[in-house]
């Protein structure tokens, strides 16, 4: 007779576990194009492994097979232009790879949830798959059914915990459901198979199979919603915050802004982001970055209410622009620098930066107008002077930097200003050796900024905007230049309407800000110009404050403000995308070993619920299938039983033999102490078994019996003979025995 692999319920319950799992992403993206890329990796892999084990090849085959179409799926996903007749090219990897990292820093940096991008949605996509693999060898080549549960339960875990709100009952029931009946199917498989404490149960009666599953399965979530919020610590924050808003009521990003500028420039280079209407061509300005710790750019300050900062320009020029966001998934609102006044009230503002952080989430669709005062663009030769003044204490934190930036940035930022007499002229001539000629702009360098990648831009000479502003920025404070790292956009095209600048993903840039005693934060720009999405707008920023330069004569913007305000208000809200201020030594102990505890205990009341549950169902349909149960699968049972005890003693059977083969084979085995004593009783219990399994007739009742009473005398035989250590862990564990039963 053939082995039985499964009803074909389970792989459909193991199936909908992986999708459910999937779909617990809908807490880390904020569109819905994720659903079918990762729905189709959850369910291909199951397929595969269906298809494979219908036509009884090896079980690494289903596994070569599934990550071989894995890498079709990603290549027809995030690479599809690399492909040739559907098939991955040699560029496949490459493009893949950097797709795969850019999807790393997105969400690694992130918080959720963040648009539906295919780089993010592709590291995603490569997760499930792998999930649903895993889960699949684990059920039916392993044959371990809880622990086929651990990848998708991981995956599900860390997808939900992404998002910012609490976690609906509409993603978490379907998951319940789906684990409920894949218990329930395997369970059915499992007791025609073989049998342990979770998949004992009466011989025939498959109907009765998923009640201990079913009970398990509720029993831990109604510990998991009952006994977990009663216990210490339950309600209070994250042991490890790593997203912290600093302040109350504060805001936080979906991403670094710098990270997400490589995806822009290639991804999204001809979508609409928002257009603006001003009648002078200026960048346009998102957020401004001033903490470096040798690997990122981030920020990490207070903001407040717009009416608490933005007082208007006095009697300073000022230029009006209008917008209206089409396409941008950020709270960060574009304008030109330095906005004095915004028409929404629910803005809040950083002040250091003036940064304009939207209150809520979805800014699509948003019309607003801002006005800012826009400095003259050259200063005087008497300004340049100025600039040599000292260095405000409150502004020094604007040159930190980490003890571990390599020796070649200091090095080279002071031969390239040694004969710089001012601080202007020094930042003059930083913004010249990258433009010089020397440098190639290339959107085909990894988007990273730490110190090493520094190193590698300055031997190498090619990068983006993000490379060119980032490494300005460092080598800036390597020489005591206040320095911060803008995000934003380049002027954009002008449309059909008079004055109105079409801004899409290729006008995404990044460029530094240095302050300057009497000009305040002056932008520099060393990215080489060029027609590169992301490369600097070879034409000229013009000043719109006429009065400044001579009639007729445009002139490239430097930005003078004052020196902001640094000092923010008690109370207010924050603006991050950089981790927490690490807690003390000896609060992350107590919270670390509070946390053990606690985790500890909970495994300790599961593991004696499981352990009684599986006691009570175990002796109750075992009772119940030795004197009710039919007379042919009661006796195979008991066999299957008496095998599992074999196993358990140590004495290696294999589930291609047969009853007889299995009894015959122990005069053979050297460590036969344990075999020998109980010799006679497994040779009738394999004739009996033999003849239930193939002969016409169905087993009388004196063989039921006798059967049973045999299966008595091997366990209490072979219980002194089986290490404590195996008992307990057979109790606890739901695995399957090592045999496989034929169907009878």
């Not at 195979?636 to 005890?645: F, H, L, N, P, S």
């Amino acid at each position: 007779m053939k082995a039985r692999l499964a009803v074909p319920s389970t792989p459909a319950a193991l199936a909908a576990v992986s999708a459910t799992a999937a779909l617990g992403f809908d807490r880390v993206f904020r569109d819905g194009g994720y659903v079918l890329p990762l729905l189709g990796a959850a369910l291909i892999p199951h397929a595969i492994g269906r298809i494979v084990r219908r036509r009884s090849a090896s079980p690494v085959l289903a596994i070569v097979a599934s990550f071989a179409a894995l890498a079709l799926y990603a290549a027809w996903y995030g690479a599809r232009g690399t492909t040739f007749a559907g098939f991955p090219t040699a560029a496949t990897p490459d493009v893949l790879g950097q797709t795969l990292r850019d999807g790393w820093h997105l969400l690694r940096d992130g918080i959720a949830p963040v648009p539906a991008s295919t780089d993010a949605v592709l590291l995603a996509l490569v997760t499930v798959w792998v999930m649903a693999t895993t889960a699949d060898a684990l059920t039916f080549s392993a044959g371990a059914s809880i622990g086929a549960l651990v990848p998708s339960l991981v995956v599900f875990v860390i997808a939900s915990s992404l998002g910012p709100e609490a976690i609906s009952v509409w993603t978490v029931a379907p998951y319940v459901a789906a684990v409920l009946w894949f218990l329930s199917s395997r369970h059915r498989d499992l007791l025609a198979e073989r049998r342990s404490w979770f998949t004992v149960s009466g011989p025939g009666r498959a109907s009765g199979a998923s009640a201990p599953a079913t009970g398990l399965g509720a029993a831990a979530v109604a510990i998991g919603l009952v006994l977990t919020p009663l216990l210490p610590g339950a309600t209070s924050g994250p042991l490890l915050d790593y997203k912290q808003v600093h302040g109350g009521g504060g805001y936080q990003s979906s991403q670094n802004p710098l990270v997400d500028i490589k995806a822009r420039l290639t991804r999204d280079a001809d979508t609409e982001l928002f257009t603006v209407a001003s009648p002078a061509r200026l960048y346009w300005r998102q957020v401004a970055l001033d903490q470096f710790d040798g690997t990122e750019w981030t920020i990490s300050s207070t903001s407040r209410a717009a009416g608490e900062v933005l007082h208007g320009a006095g009697d300073a020029p000022t230029v009006t622009q209008d917008y209206a966001i089409t396409g941008l998934y950020e709270r960060w609102l574009p304008a030109a620098y330095e906005p004095v006044a915004i028409s929404l009230d629910d803005t809040r503002v950083v002040p250091e930066s003036r940064t304009l952080v939207h209150a809520d989430d979805d800014v699509v669709g948003l019309d607003y107008r801002v006005e800012s005062r826009v400095p003259p663009a050259t200063p005087t030769a008497a300004e340049i002077a100025g600039t040599a003044r000292e260095l405000p204490v409150v502004l020094q934190r604007y040159t930190a930097l980490p003890d571990d930036l390599p020796s070649v940035v200091r090095r080279t930022a002071r031969e390239i200003t040694v004969g710089a007499a001012t601080p202007y002229e020094q930042a003059e001539a930083l913004e010249q050796f990258f433009t010089d000629g020397s440098f190639t702009y290339d959107l085909e360098v990894p988007p990273t900024s730490g110190s090493d990648a520094i190193g590698e831009f300055l031997a190498g000479r090619r990068g983006f905007c993000q490379q060119f502003a980032g490494t300005f920025g460092a080598m800036a404070r390597a020489i005591g230049l206040p320095t911060r790292i803008v995000v934003g956009f380049t002027p954009g095209e002008l449309g059909p309407e008079e004055a109105v600048y079409r801004v899409t993903g290729r006008n995404a840039h990044s460029w530094p800000e240095v302050w300057l005693a009497g000009l305040g934060w002056t932008s520099f720009e060393p990215t080489p110009a060029g027609t590169q999405p992301g490369a600097t707008d070879p034409t000229p920023v013009v000043d719109p404050a006429p009065a400044a330069s001579a009639p007729g004569t445009p002139t490239t913007t430097r930005a003078p403000v004052p020196p902001p305000t640094v000092t923010p208000a008690a109370g207010s809200g924050s603006v991050t995308t950089a981790p927490a201020e690490p807690k003390g030594a000896a609060s992350r102990v107590g919270s670390i070993a509070l946390f053990a505890g606690v985790l500890a205990l909970m495994t300790a009341i599961i593991g004696l619920v499981a352990w009684g549950l599986g006691t009570v169902v175990r002796d109750r349909h075992r009772r119940s299938a030795r004197r009710n149960g039919p007379a042919r699968p009661a006796v195979v049972g008991a066999w299957y039983e008496a095998v599992d005890q074999l196993a358990m003693a140590g004495v290696a059977v294999s589930a291609a033999q047969t009853p007889r083969e299995v009894v015959a084979g122990l005069d053979d085995d050297h460590g036969l102490a344990v075999a020998v004593a109980v010799y006679p009783t497994l040779a009738r219990m394999a004739d009996a078994a033999s003849e239930a399994l193939w002969a016409g007739r169905p087993p009388d009742e004196p063989t039921v019996a006798r059967v049973w009473v045999d299966l008595d005398v091997v366990k209490d035989t072979l219980a002194d003979r089986t290490p404590r250590l195996v008992r307990i862990r057979r109790a606890f564990s739901p695995a399957p025995g090592r045999t496989t039963r034929p169907t009878a």
